[in-house]
Each structure stands twice: as C-alpha cells, then as structure tokens.
C-alpha cells in the first residue's frame, strides 16, 4: 500500500503562482510513477501531469508551458509548480501513484484532494 497526503493548496489571483506537494509513504518513492489529476465542480477528474519512476514528464495540454511536476527521491515528495493560474484552472487537485513504469489513467493510489481556486 501507498498513502499519499497533499498540500499547498489555496486560494490565489488569476497569473498568480501555487505549489502542490504529495508526500508518499509505505512504499519505495523511487519505484513509484506519480502524478496529479483534477476534478472541477460539475466535471471528470481529468489529467494533470505525471513523472515516471524513471523521470519522463508528460502533461496535459491546457498546462503545458504553466505547469511543472518535479520529485524528490529522497524526501519521498512529488511536487506541481503551477504558475500563470487562470480561473479554469480552479478544481481539487488529487496526487496519484502507482507501482508501473508509466502511470496509467486509473492509477492505484490516490490522496485525498486539495483544493485550488484561482480568483479572476
């Protein structure tokens, strides 16, 4: 089992700057393939970003060149920079992770949410 706890979400301006954090424990992080998925109101949770184990990058297109996944092995933490934030970007963002070398649309492990909302 993995349990992944999120942070750093909040309230913030349109072009404004946030950065999520997923910690993961009961696992070894560096075998794990992470990555951040969204859910805003009335819609699918969609795909954010994602890291392989390996460190390929792989994005969403209405967040290509706005945002950036990134990990640390060694403190077991994924992060999402996200920077010119715009009000569709308003959703609770969810961490996910799973043991393969790319991770999938269904990943198996999921935190709990934490909510982003970007004020026009």
């Known amino acids: 089992q993995v349990q992944l706890v999120e942070s750093g979400g909040g309230l913030v301006q349109a072009r404004g700057s946030l950065r999520l954090s997923c910690t993961a424990s009961g696992r070894t992080f560096s075998s794990i393939s992470m990555g951040w998925f969204r859910q805003a109101p009335g819609k699918e949770r969609e795909f954010v970003a994602a890291?392989?184990?390996?460190?390929?990058?792989n994005y969403a297109d209405s967040v290509k060149g706005r945002f950036t996944i990134s990990r640390d092995n060694a403190k077991t933490t994924v992060y999402l920079q996200m920077n010119s934030l715009k009000p569709e970007d308003t959703a609770v963002y969810y961490c996910?992770?799973?043991?393969?070398?790319?991770?999938?649309?269904?990943?198996?492990?999921w935190g709990q949410g934490t909510q982003v909302t970007v004020s026009s």
């Open positions: 996910a992770g799973e043991t393969r070398a790319f991770l999938s649309s269904q990943p198996d492990y």
């Open positions: 890291i392989s184990r390996i460190g390929y990058l």
